[in-house]
């Protein structure tokens, strides 16, 4: 079973708010959409911009160095939905964000 980590506490990420977190040496982007909490890789497929420091409106991030956009709970790009940024299940204990990155 996939081992869930804490990476955020839930006051740190209110609704329509991204944050950029490390988790076992990953850089991950989690975005709070209405109260539910997806995440997705940081780097943008495009140059490597860091996703979890761009626009979120509605479900759909902006990335902020050239604007590709993707969704966040699919990871596809907007434009092209064959390019997908990698999600991670995530899941929320108490106050604790938490994310899976194993298998
Ligand atoms: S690096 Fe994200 S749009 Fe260019």
Same mark, same amino acid.
Do not use: M
């Given at each position: 079973m996939a081992e869930f980590v804490t990476c955020a506490d839930l006051s740190a990420l209110k609704?329509?708010?991204?944050k950029v977190v490390e988790v076992e040496g990953r850089t991950l982007a989690?975005? +709070? &959409?209405?109260?539910?909490?997806?995440?997705? $890789?940081?780097?943008?497929?495009?140059r490597g911009? @860091?996703?979890?420091?761009?626009t979120l409106e509605g479900?759909?991030?902006?990335c902020p160095w050239h604007g590709?956009?993707? +969704? &966040?709970?699919?990871?596809e790009s907007?434009? $092209?939905?064959?390019?997908?940024?990698?999600?991670? @299940?995530v899941r929320v204990e108490g106050?604790?964000?938490?994310?899976?990155i194993g298998g």
């Open positions: 609704a329509g708010e991204s989690l975005f +709070n &959409v209405g109260g539910t909490v997806y995440c997705l $890789d940081n780097t943008c497929l495009h911009g @860091p996703l979890g420091e761009g479900d759909i991030v902006t590709w956009q993707y +969704n &966040v709970r699919t990871g907007l434009k $092209d939905p064959s390019v997908r940024v990698a999600t991670y @299940p106050r604790n964000i938490q994310v899976s």
